[in-house]
């Protein structure tokens, strides 16, 4: 049973537009929530964190939203560019240093 | 400053066989966890070493171990292989301390593939 879902396999965005990546997690006990980018061929690679006594957190063009009422994170880029084209992973932290992640969505950016 | 070091790259194995895959990890970090990442799938846990003990698993059979060598490099060892063991198997490597886990560092993985 899919703990974190990310329901949206692939999404497609143009160029200096806003990229919003959404998940959903079914715990309201989960306390730490992490994005992480996979370009082919490359590990995941850590993004940005957000801890559930938060809701919001930003890092330059990226930030994260959490809505512990709705149980739901998103990610927002802005301005995309076309780095920024590459899977993106929500995660959870469980136990000691062990994380869960959703299945991923596939973002296009479009020049 | 090297990161995490996976080998080899790719591998392929005949169903029933046993593999081993290597990882370095980063320098100065002391933890190695290993997951399996289907196509199509997130990255699942498979295991975590901290002074060559393991010290969390997650939902895998035992044809699944692994090692860790005192200088913190790490093995992960899978048995009576599979069709469903293909996958990238990623290794990541972390401080034992670090809480946030955004210390987290992840090789570019293993690609099994079983025949």
């Known amino acids: 049973d899919q703990q974190v879902k990310q329901n949206s396999p692939s999404l497609s965005v143009q160029e200096g537009r806003i990229s919003i990546l959404n998940c959903d997690y079914t715990?309201?006990?989960?306390?730490?929530f992490l994005w992480y980018k996979k370009y082919p061929a490359e590990g995941p690679t850590f993004l940005i964190s957000?801890?559930?006594?938060?809701d919001k957190n930003e890092d330059g063009r990226f930030t994260v939203f959490l809505n512990k009422s709705a149980k739901h994170l998103s990610l927002h880029i802005v301005p995309s560019q076309p780095g920024d084209s590459a899977v993106y992973f929500c995660?959870?932290?469980?136990?000691?240093?062990?994380?869960?992640f959703g299945q991923g969505t596939r973002l296009t950016i479009n020049p | 400053d090297a990161g995490v070091t996976q080998s080899p790259t790719h591998l392929i194995k005949t169903r029933g066989q046993q593999v081993t895959l290597r990882c370095s990890p980063k320098s100065g970090h002391d933890t190695v966890s290993w997951y399996q990442q289907a196509l199509g799938q997130g990255p699942q846990f498979i295991f975590q070493y901290y002074e060559e003990e393991e010290r969390q698993r997650g939902n895998f059979p035992d044809r699944f171990s692994g090692h860790q060598f005192p200088n913190y490099s790490s093995e992960l060892n899978v048995n009576a292989l599979l069709l469903g063991d293909s996958a990238l198997y990623l290794c990541?490597?972390?401080?034992?301390?670090?809480?946030?886990?955004?210390?987290?560092?992840f090789g570019s993985g293993t690609r099994l593939t079983v025949v």
């Open positions: 957000i801890s559930s006594i938060k």
């Open positions: 990541a490597s972390s401080w034992a301390d670090r809480g946030r886990l955004d210390g987290y560092t």
């Open positions: 715990n309201s006990m989960f306390d730490y």
């Open positions: 995660a959870y932290r469980e136990g000691a240093q062990k994380l869960v």
